[in-house]
């Protein structure tokens, strides 16, 4: 300390010892501060009282909020860094702004406010500071980077390390400083909504005019919380967007540039609301290491129905969980198009539902409750998901439902109507052309399904029937043959 003192002493003033531009005397201290040397804090006063200027910048072109804000990054080894206490960067900053120094500055090299520093260091104490004290005007600062502005960094999961955080009552008064909500942002590398590129191809997604709403939806793509136990937060943040100004009806732009394996490129694009950006990217938000079962049902089926005739074979337990987030994902669609979420009212009994219409006694019935399109569908996405026991229980539920039949005519209308999804086999191996070489699993005749003893007088008809339209005569011993035309999967 007392060899600073003979420095200043000797060289006349600050300027003359270093406090010139881009070498301020205020940066060592800083730093020595920051790394806890004794009689750091004493030297640092000393130099503010002598007049030593808060504005002058460092090597890095920092004012020195800046350089204390930055430091652990800039200037601090990994280990220094961490030792560094919150409580301490507060002290400092209450100093400089004590000598002179203003928060009304950024970081010229990346365009950041004193806010977004504190946000990304964690600092809740010094980032409440700031949100009160800070100019209106740097509010809307554009930084220069990705996230680009304080509100879309507060939503940002890597960007945004402060804990606790009660960020529904912070929108409001951000919103009271100045903040503007119908920002948006482009970007490179924004999670894809057009699926999955073969592995041949490269593809890059170029994002334009995201949204506050589009960029919390990625966001939910990194989070390590689970998707549904949070769902209430999620909602109650959106709704506060909204309410402060953010549109639900704005639609981002994405573009795919594909690189194929012979060199070209090909663009594709979209336009989508942050709702149907939720839509596109559904098993990503719910599921973000694996393409699980839950994330596929409820991307692909939107409609309830459809989704409900899908897990009737699932035990009661697992339709009532699978329903239960069937539902809050449907809320959380609601809330980002700006509608207001449904309260849960418990499963549907979908038997109740879906009555059979039946014409007269003996005719066929007629029912909806095996869609036949939809029940391919789900026999389809079982084998592609290798579900082996959902698959089983898919079929054994189509089996029911033919054996269910009260007459032969009723019979042969079910095995026409599922006639596709009762030929499907759980294994298929095809040829480069894409025929069916050879199928793995059991194969039956659709006749083996037949209950001669419920219809004793009904047999030759059936027989007949095997005869004319598959060219099989019920009457010969079964044998598993894959070179059979009528061929069921077990």
Request: charged share 25%; net charge positive; with cysteine.
């Given at each position: 300390m007392d060899l600073v003192r003979q420095v200043i002493s000797a060289a006349g003033n600050l300027q003359a010892a270093g406090d010139i531009c881009r070498m301020s005397v205020l940066n060592p201290a800083?730093?020595?501060?920051?790394?806890?040397?004794?009689?750091?804090?004493?030297?640092?006063?000393?130099?503010?009282?002598?007049?030593?200027?808060?504005?002058?910048?460092?090597?890095?072109?920092?004012?020195?909020?800046?350089?204390?804000?930055?430091?652990?990054?800039?200037?601090?080894?990994?280990?220094?860094?961490?030792?560094?206490?919150?409580?301490?960067v507060f002290n400092l900053v209450q100093l400089l702004l004590k000598h002179g120094a203003t928060l009304n500055v950024i970081n010229p090299n990346s365009g950041e406010i004193p806010l977004m520093a504190a946000m990304d260091k964690g600092y809740k104490t010094l980032f409440d500071f700031f949100l009160e004290h800070a100019d209106a005007d740097t509010f809307n600062q554009?930084?220069?980077?990705?996230?680009?502005?304080?509100?879309?960094?507060?939503?940002?999961?890597?960007?945004?390390?402060?804990?606790?955080?009660?960020?529904?009552?912070?929108?409001?008064?951000?919103?009271?400083?100045?903040?503007?909500?119908?920002?948006?942002?482009?970007?490179?590398?924004?999670?894809?909504?057009?699926?999955?590129?073969?592995?041949?191809?490269?593809?890059?997604?170029?994002?334009?005019?995201i949204s506050?709403?589009?960029?919390?939806?990625?966001?939910?793509?990194?989070?390590?919380?689970?998707?549904?136990?949070?769902?209430?937060?999620?909602?109650?943040?959106i709704q506060a967007l909204i309410t402060n100004g953010t549109n639900p009806n704005s639609k981002a732009m994405f573009v795919l540039t594909k690189e194929k394996s012979d060199g070209t490129k090909e663009k594709t694009s979209m336009e989508l609301t942050a709702a149907e950006?939720?839509?596109?990217?559904?098993?990503?938000?719910?599921?973000?290491?694996?393409?699980?079962?839950?994330?596929?049902?409820?991307?692909?089926?939107?409609?309830?129905?459809?989704?409900?005739?899908?897990?009737?074979?699932?035990?009661?337990?697992?339709?009532?969980?699978?329903?239960q987030r069937f539902h809050q994902f449907r809320n959380l669609e609601r809330v980002l198009s700006g509608e207001k979420p449904l309260s849960y009212s418990g499963l549907p009994n979908v038997r109740k539902i879906e009555k059979l219409a039946t014409r007269k006694e003996g005719s066929f019935v007629k029912t909806e409750e095996l869609n036949p399109n939809t029940f391919e569908a789900q026999l389809i996405s079982a084998r592609i998901l290798q579900k082996q026991n959902d698959w089983k229980n898919l079929k054994n539920a189509l089996v029911a439902y033919v054996k269910e039949a009260g007459s032969l005519e009723n019979f042969l209308a079910r095995v026409g109507q599922f006639k596709k999804p009762l030929q499907l086999h759980f294994d298929v191996t095809t040829d480069a052309t894409g025929n069916v070489v050879s199928y793995g699993s059991r194969l039956y005749r659709f006749f083996h399904y037949f209950d001669p003893y419920h219809f004793p007088n009904s047999w030759e008809s059936l027989r007949q029937f095997g005869q004319d339209i598959y060219g099989v005569d019920i009457n010969t011993q079964y044998a598993q043959n894959n070179t059979v035309s009528m061929l069921m999967g077990s």
């Open positions: 800083i730093l020595a501060v920051l790394k806890g040397k004794k009689d750091s804090l004493e030297m640092l006063t000393f130099l503010l009282r002598q007049g030593a200027s808060t504005q002058t910048p460092d090597t890095y072109n920092l004012p020195a909020i800046m350089q204390v804000l930055c430091a652990g990054v800039l200037y601090l080894s990994k280990s220094e860094g961490r030792k560094v206490k919150e409580g301490t554009r930084a220069y980077f990705k996230p680009n502005y304080l509100v879309f960094q507060l939503l940002d999961r890597h960007r945004n390390r402060l804990s606790p955080l009660d960020t529904p009552a912070l929108l409001p008064q951000l919103k009271r400083k100045g903040v503007e909500f119908d920002k948006v942002i482009d970007y490179k590398y924004a999670v894809s909504p057009f699926g999955a590129t073969s592995h041949s191809e490269k593809g890059e997604v170029f994002a334009q005019n506050l709403l589009h960029f919390y939806i990625e966001n939910l793509t990194r989070s390590l919380d689970d998707l549904f136990y949070s769902m209430d937060t999620h909602l109650e943040i950006y939720l839509r596109k990217i559904a098993d990503k938000v719910i599921d973000r290491y694996s393409y699980s079962t839950d994330a596929y049902l409820i991307k692909t089926y939107q409609n309830e129905h459809e989704f409900l005739e899908y897990i009737t074979y699932e035990t009661k337990e697992r339709q009532t969980r699978l329903h």
